[in-house]
């Protein structure tokens, strides 16, 4: 038994065998080397899109992505718009850029339709015009959430007021001017939606 384990470590002597192990080690830490260094540059880059994003947006373009993408929604579903407020909100932190246009809407649920039934429709007239659905908002009763041209919105029944529901739209990450010193107030846009019909 003693003199088959000495054999069996003889061919670990071997030179050809030494050679062949020192290459298939070497190999393992080149391969290891190289996944770490293209897992780090991916993880990277995609930190480096929210921080210099390709096409980025002026002001302007920022608000019109959202504005518009809420007022096509309140003409889809025949919103009924009570109030409607525009900021610009920070992808980051609080404050740095980039930033997103934010559409924040009230509108009035009609008294003749059962709100679940109401909001299913609304879902159900907006995915036939392009949008897809998402997963539910967690905190929202009869909430939806919709994506669209990379614009989101979540959609629910009015938390405080029972005949009312809310249009929260979110645009993407693309404006990159620095707003750290602007106010954190709403901008009134309720007349852009003619509210009041």
Not at 178 to 188: I, L
Request: hydrophobic content about 40%; glycine content about 8%.
């Amino acid at each position: 038994m003693v003199r088959h384990a000495a054999a069996s470590a003889d061919w670990l002597r071997a030179r050809g065998i030494r050679a062949v192990l020192a290459a298939a080690l070497v190999t393992c830490l080149l391969l290891g080397g190289a996944v770490l260094l293209v897992a780090n540059r991916d993880r990277a880059s995609s930190a480096n899109s929210l921080e210099h994003p390709v096409r980025p947006l002026d002001d302007a373009a920022t608000e019109a992505q959202v504005v518009d993408k809420a007022k096509q929604i309140v003409e889809i579903a025949g919103l009924r718009t009570t109030t409607a407020g525009y900021l610009l909100m920070s992808c980051k932190n609080r404050d740095d850029p980039p930033y997103q246009g934010t559409v924040y809407l009230t509108f009035a649920l009609p008294a003749e339709t059962p709100a679940d039934r109401y909001f299913r429709d609304v879902m159900a007239a907006l995915v036939s015009h392009g949008w897809t659905e998402g997963l539910p908002p967690n905190d929202q009763v009869f909430g939806r959430t919709l994506s669209h041209d990379d614009v989101t919105v979540i959609i629910y029944r009015h938390r405080d007021e029972v005949g009312a529901g809310v249009l929260r739209l979110y645009g993407q990450c693309r404006n990159i001017n620095d707003h750290r010193r602007d106010g954190t107030a709403w901008v009134d846009i309720t007349s852009q939606f003619g509210a009041g019909r």
